[in-house]
Structure formats: C-alpha cells, structure tokens
Nanobody
Framework: VQLQASGGGLVQPGGSLRLSCTSSGFGVEYYSIGWFRQAPGKPRQGVSCMDTSGKFTHYADSVKGRFTISRDNAKNTVYLELDSLEPDDTAVYFC??????????????RGQGTLVTVSS
C-alpha cells in the first residue's frame, strides 16, 4: 500500500496550498486516510484523517478551522486544503492509511512526503 503526497511549496504567512495524496495499486475509497507532518527536530504530528465514507473527520487542534480534508474517490485522491498558513506549519507532510477517526493512528506505511514552507 503506497501513497504519495504532492502539492507542497513555499508560501507566505496567511497563504494557502492544496496537497494531494494519491495511491498506486489500490483504491483509497476502501481505507481511512490521514495526513501527518514532521518538522525538523520535532516529532511526527497527526494533522487530520477521514473515514471511507468521507462523513467523519478529525483534526488536530492546531489546524482546526484552517485545514480541510476531503476525498475524491473517482480520482483516487485525498486532499488537504491548507488555509491561513503560519510559519509553524512548515514541515514535510505525508499521507498514510490510518485507523478511522477520531483515532487516526498510523496503520500503514508512510509514502513520500511533500515539503511545505511558510515564510515571508
């Protein structure tokens, strides 16, 4: 089960990005998918996850109201919309199969991440 994140980049504080998580070889519709991030020198942090139906989600307190997770099963993709970005959001973001919300614990291999840098 391999997932790949993309869409990162350099953005100014207050800006927005949309990250995409796509799979190779399996349908994401069958799995709860979560987003995680890891900044240099800091532990991995769970950001958000969504169940297979798309009806149930969970967000870390630090991103609640600013980030939005969604899925498009027809495109085999899970998205993470990042709005009102802050310098503390700078990290490598990756996606993975997780337990359903609200648990969202990592239950699969992490895929290749994408770097988000928030700086003026």
């Amino acid at each position: 089960v391999q997932l790949q994140a993309s869409g990162g980049g350099l953005v100014q504080p207050g800006g927005s990005l949309r990250l995409s998580c796509t799979s190779s070889g399996f349908g994401v519709e069958y799995y709860s998918i979560g987003w995680f991030r890891q900044a240099p020198g800091k532990p991995r942090q769970g950001v958000s996850c969504m169940d297979t139906s798309g009806k149930f989600t969970h967000y870390a307190d630090s991103v609640k109201g600013r980030f939005t997770i969604s899925r498009d099963n027809a495109k085999n993709t899970v998205y993470l919309e990042l709005d009102s970005l802050e310098p503390d959001d700078t990290a490598v973001y990756f996606c993975a199969v997780t337990e359903p919300p609200p648990y969202c614990s990592l239950s699969g291999d992490r895929g290749q991440g994408t770097l988000v840098t928030v700086s003026s």
